[in-house]
């Protein structure tokens, strides 16, 4: 019977196995979308290369780390970019024709941006840290607290391409003096302050 709007005919329901389970697939999970660059500034790069690493990385484990099925399903660095901007890139910067530029060259230009001081200054690097990492004062662990602390450090660190300020013992002590910066209450970051003071002098 043709169905009208007063007897619509039913639903054509899924198709089961023989134990009442549907077999129509069904999408665990939606798909990725690549982060797009669209300018060549030192914020833009840095922000892009964090992005750019946690896609591939959740790419990575959709596929279950087979190095083939990701590198199918990534969507190119090439592809990422802005073409017109990537164009004026290749031709005037590079010196590289757009057709045949790869991504590992691509990748490569931009860490070397990123790894540079944005306009050859020098950033506040205190001020920068104590908005960005922070000593997480819930955590019971004390060690761990520190750990992490020093974990998102670095990862900071490498976002920002500040790589050349911290080398070498340098590196130890600057972070331990954002470390005791980035202590909370303010009474318990003075008192450290101070004990490294006497000891220092002692």
């Known amino acids: 019977m043709r169905s009208t709007r007063s007897n619509p005919a039913p639903p054509t329901p899924a198709a089961s196995d023989p134990a009442g389970t549907s077999t129509v697939p069904m999408a665990l999970f939606m798909p990725l979308a690549a982060s797009q660059l669209k300018s060549t500034s030192h914020a833009a790069l840095v922000q892009w290369r964090k992005l750019r690493r946690e896609y591939e990385d959740e790419v990575a484990m959709r596929c279950s780390n087979d190095e083939d099925k990701t590198t199918e399903v990534l969507v190119s660095v090439k592809k990422s970019f ?95 003096k954002l470390l005791v910066e980035s202590l909370q209450p303010r009474g318990l970051r003075e008192e450290v302050a101070y004990r490294q003071a006497v000891g220092a002098v002692g």
């Open 82 to 176: 802005n073409k017109r901007l990537l164009e004026v890139w290749c031709e005037f910067d590079w010196g590289v024709d757009i057709e045949t530029v790869t991504d590992e060259f691509i990748l490569g230009k931009i860490d070397e941006i990123i790894s540079s001081v944005k306009n050859n200054s020098v950033p506040d690097v205190s001020a920068l840290f104590k908005e960005n990492v922070m000593v997480d004062m819930t955590e019971s662990d004390v060690k761990e607290r520190v750990m992490q602390f020093f974990a998102r450090s670095r990862e900071f660190i490498e976002e920002q391409g500040w790589q050349e300020f911290f080398t070498g013992k340098e590196e130890l002590r600057l972070k331990c």
